[in-house]
């Protein structure tokens, strides 16, 4: 018989994928263009953070060298947002998420050049297995489409780099803290990039200092609030509870709860054809074998590291 404590953790870890999934969907009903949107949600969750007397704690504790460390992957985090969410803006919702996850792959080629880990060539196999899924996705969107594909793969790129920043740092502060400083850190270099956004991605551009409208303002506390802060939080105290292994095969649902809530909210699945989900479904088939490849070889505490200090700023 399961424990309850693991009964109970399971749903959490689902709830908090669903939040995440939610990411999705929300900023498909924002209408701010990608960079305010992502500026708000940065600037959001900063400020709530900035309320926790234990985050400035931890910052005073932290070496200066550390904090500048964390300063850049947080850059990082912030680019993966602006392509993630002009992925939405160019695309939709289902292509944005089924983009997201290409990083399962990407990550198994970065990491070993910037861990100077030992390279596995099924990895490899496993991502030219996708090759055919992605042929497929991209065959069955429309060509207007297309361009969010590219910012969707960027965006991916950008976890893996990220990611694999933050698991070599695991041990440099308190998660909390980590996120204020690198979302911080995020929304400084979105402020000094907006000059020139509307130069070099005039899709992604908008006005930083326009209040949003109320309804808009409603999404983006809910997004910065209770698909950021709360799943982070909520999936902390589930992982304790939880293999590395289980939580991980449950994080790669993500990309499946908000293709789901996408074509229910939004019909998306009427903009696209079956070759799309056709292609969905290989690529998800890659990520899931991935991780059950990665669970069997990896310790449960790399595995905690990646889903607790990566996956909340994923989406």
Known sequence: ????????????????VLLWGFTAILGKLISLPALPLVWWRMLI??????????????????????????????????????????????????VAA???????????LIEPLLTRQKFQPRDLLLGLASLPGIWLVVGGVPAGMHAGIVAGVASAALVALFGTLNKRMVDGGDPLTVTALELGAGTLMLTML??????????FAGPLLVLPSTTDTLWLVLLALACTLLPFALCLVALRHLSAFTAQLSVNL?????????????NEQQELSPRFYLGVAIILGVVFAQGLLAGRRQPA???????SE??????
């Open 1 to 16: 018989m399961r424990n309850p404590d693991t009964t109970r953790a399971l749903w959490q870890i689902h709830f908090c």
């Open 45 to 94: 969750v900063v400020a709530a953070l900035a309320l926790l007397p234990k985050v400035w704690r931890g910052l005073r504790a932290m070496p200066a060298r550390t904090r500048l460390a964390y300063a850049g992957i947080g850059a990082l985090v912030a680019l993966h947002w602006l392509t993630f969410y002009g992925a939405i803006k160019l695309a939709n919702a289902s």
């Open 98 to 108: 089924t983009c997201i996850a290409f990083a399962t792959p990407m990550t198994a």
């Open 194 to 203: 907006a000059p020139l956004m509307p130069l070099l991605v005039p899709a």
């Open 254 to 266: 993500e990309p499946v709860y908000a293709i789901v809530l996408a074509a229910i909210l939004f």
């Open 301 to 307: 505490h790399v595995e905690q590291v990646g889903v």
């Open 310 to 315: 990566s996956h909340h700023l994923a989406d």
